[in-house]
Structure formats: structure tokens, C-alpha cells
């Protein structure tokens, strides 16, 4: 089946300049990710103060990431039915309870229900933000808005660990988590003012199965894609601090390495967005993909701080370049009156690659060297150019989906 990838109309009765958009969605977004940001490290120490060891304690922080694919599809119907506004309060009630659970955890098991919460929060609050960016904001601007908006929570992680030190410093892990507390309400209060959006879709006319089995092509062939973009933006995460203690790299050097890295996808964030509104998503697509292949590649032969920090800018680079890709995608081939639950699934084929691509890795990694594991990663971001060239919309705008 071929067919053409509409402009769609927002949903909005009047549509907003995303200028107007900064202090409403925006900084709540950067202010999100600082939190994040801040406390994303130190759950692994929590779980180690409660007496897990260092396997179980990655075990416990990976339920973040279970916890948002196991609600994708449910959040993708609560937006549905309660609308974006609603949706981000609710995120942000999950999100502090589930905050709240790992700061006073008196042990394991709840600090693993709370890192289970924290990413059903994150799976609410994801799919509102990008639900409100799709109704209010133009077609033609869609890919600055959501790559500004996948930024600003680039922009709050990449800051956030500097901010917490102090609080760390003197509090102990807690002292990040509390930072994180405050941010999130913060942001929910924040995203909860923002206008109601016009022409709400019925709930209830469509089920989570109808509107998966309708989309079920878009979401094999665009959705592949997807899938293997999350795996290769994850695994970084996961494989570079590994490489670099197999060849010996200090940790103050693999942390400036993530620094300057992290500072080079913060950078591409805008111009991305830039790129996906004049030169297309397949344009945008590829390169990103074959520089995350180019970075895997290389990364095996890399024995210095400097051959491994050219590496790790190319994922960088690569990562920033696909900044906001996936969710303009998904917004382009959103069904009119069904388009949140649609977007819900749609994100869960990018989350499961983000949650199965570092397990991949320390598979690989245990039975294999760890080369193996870089190697192939650089296959399968291959694989995801070969499917962004076939599927993804050019210039022009054509989906093409056999």
C-alpha cells in the first residue's frame, strides 16, 4: 500500500509561534529534564544504600524504562480521554510519587515500584507534550517545535548533574532526587496552564486494539525504524562508560568526554529542527543513522581518550541530528480523531529499542568481547538507514510503506 503523508491541519482553532510556547512548554520541558538529569545517576547509588548489589541496582534502574514501555499504549488512551492538560497532571502525580518512594525507600522493593512509577510518569507526560505540539502548532513548523522540545529536555539533562552536585554533595543521593521532586512539580504546574486544545477526540469510539490493527503497516515498516533509532540512542548510554574503563580512561575523563559529547547534541538540537521542516524527514533520518554506524564502528578500534572522544561526538553528533525525528514521524502519520492512541503506540516501538538496546549490549558484552557488542550496533543503526531511505517521507512528503 502506498499513499501520500498529508499536511494535516492542527487540531487547534488557532494555531500558536512557538515562540509563544517557551515559557508554557518549553523551560517546564528543560526544567523536567534537569531533575531527570540531576537524579538519573544516583538511583543506582540509592539502590546500592538499601543493600542491592551492583547487578541487582542496574536491574532496579532498567524499571524505569520497563515501567514507560509497559505504559505507552495505556497513556496514549489517558490523553484520549482526559485530554493533554490532564494528562500532564496526572504524569506529574505519578512522577512525584514515584520520587517520593525512592527518597524514603526502606528498601528495595519500593524503591523498585518507584522507578516502575517514574516511568509510567514519564510515558504520560512524554505523550501529552508531544499530543499538545501536534494540535497547536502548524504542520510547517512541526519539526522545530518538537525538536525544541526534545532539546530542552537535553538542554535540563545534560545541566542537571552540575546543578544537583551541591545538594549532593551535602544531602547524599537524596539530595539530587529532592531536586527532582521540586522540578517536577514545577513543570507540571506549569504545563497544566496551557490552553485547552479544540476539537477533542472521541474516546470512545476507538479501542487501543482497533486503532494498533488499522495502523499495524505503519507501525511494522516506520516503526522498525523507530525501534532501531531508541536502541542506538540508549546504548551509547551504556557502552561508552564501559569501553572507556576497558581501555583504562579515568572516570573525571569519561565524564569530560560525555560533557563535550552531550554539549554537541544540546547544540544540533535547533538546527535539526530546521533541517526536518526544509529538507525532510528522510534527509534528516539517514545521516543520523550512519553516524551512529560510523560511531559504533569506530569505537572497537579506539584505544586513547581522544580516538574514543571521536567516537563518542560522532554518536553525539548523531544523536542530535535525530533530535525530534521520531516524534515528527509519528505526528506526520497520526490518524485524524484517533491520533493519541496512535502516538502511543507509536512511541512504544522507539521505548522498546531504548530499553532493549542496553540489555543488548551487556548480552553481548558477557558472552562476547566487547567489541562485539559496538560492532553490532553499527549494523543495526545501518539497518535503521536502509529503512528511514525506504519508508521515511523525502521533500516531497511521500510515504511510502511497501
Request: proline share 4%.
Amino acid at each position: 500500500m502506498s499513499g501520500e503523508l498529508a499536511e494535516k491541519p492542527s487540531l487547534a482553532s488557532d494555531p500558536v509561534r512557538l515562540r509563544s510556547l517557551t515559557w508554557s512548554v518549553f523551560v517546564p520541558m528543560a526544567l523536567y529534564g534537569t531533575g531527570f538529569g540531576a537524579a538519573a545517576p544516583m538511583y543506582a547509588l540509592r539502590a546500592l544504600d538499601l543493600g542491592a548489589s551492583v547487578g541487582l541496582a542496574g536491574v532496579i534502574v532498567a524499571l524505569g524504562g520497563l515501567g514507560m514501555v509497559l505504559t505507552d499504549l495505556p497513556a496514549g488512551r489517558i490523553v484520549a480521554r482526559i485530554g493533554e492538560r490532564g494528562a500532564v497532571g496526572l504524569g506529574s502525580l505519578l512522577g512525584l510519587l514515584g520520587v517520593l518512594a525512592a527518597i524514603f525507600a526502606p528498601n528495595l522493593v519500593v524503591l523498585a515500584a518507584g522507578m516502575l512509577l517514574n516511568g509510567a510518569a514519564g510515558a504520560v507526560w512524554g505523550l501529552a507534550r508531544q499530543s499538545y505540539i501536534v494540535a497547536v502548532v502548524p504542520p510547517a513548523d512541526r519539526g522545530r517545535a518538537l525538536s525544541t522540545l526534545a532539546g530542552a529536555h537535553r538542554l535540563g539533562f545534560f545541566c542537571g548533574p552540575f546543578l544537583g552536585a551541591g545538594l549532593v554533595h551535602g544531602m547524599g543521593p537524596n539530595g539530587a532526587l529532592w531536586l527532582q521532586c521540586a522540578t517536577t512539580v514545577l513543570s507540571g504546574l506549569a504545563m497544566v496552564g496551557i490552553r485547552g486544545v479544540d476539537g477533542e477526540q472521541d474516546a470512545g469510539a476507538h479501542t487501543l486494539r482497533s486503532v494498533v490493527v488499522e495502523n499495524r503497516r505503519l507501525l511494522g515498516t516506520l516503526g522498525s525504524a523507530a525501534l532501531l533509532t531508541g536502541a542506538a540512542r540508549a546504548s551509547r548510554q551504556a557502552l561508552l562508560p564501559l569501553w572507556a574503563a576497558h581501555i583504562g580512561l579515568s572516570p573525571a575523563t569519561t565524564s569530560l568526554i560525555f560533557g563535550v559529547a552531550g554539549a554537541v547534541d544540546v547544540l544540533m538540537s535547533y538546527p535539526a529542527g530546521v533541517w526536518l521542516d526544509r529538507r525532510g524527514r528522510r534527509a534528516t533520518g539517514v545521516p543520523s543513522m550512519l553516524c551512529f554506524a560510523a560511531g559504533y564502528a569506530v569505537l572497537p578500534w579506539t584505544d586513547t581518550a581522544l580516538t574514543m572522544g571521536v567516537a563518542a561526538l560522532l554518536l553525539g553528533l548523531a544523536n542530535g541530528i535525530s533530535n525530534g525525528l521520531i516524534m515528527t514521524v509519528g505526528a506526520d502519520v497520526a490518524p485524524e480523531g484517533r491520533r493519541a492512541e496512535f502516538l502511543g503506540a507509536w512511541r512504544l516501538t522507539h521505548d522498546v529499542g531504548m530499553f532493549a538496546g542496553p540489555i543488548a549490549v551487556g548480552v553481548i558484552g558477557s558472552v562476547a568481547v566487547l567489541g562485539a557488542a559496538a560492532l553490532a550496533l553499527a549494523f543495526s543503526a545501518a539497518a535503521g538507514a536502509v529503512a528511514m531511505h525506504r519508508w521515511f517521507p523525502g521533500v516531497a512528503g511521500r510515504l511510502r510503506t511497501k
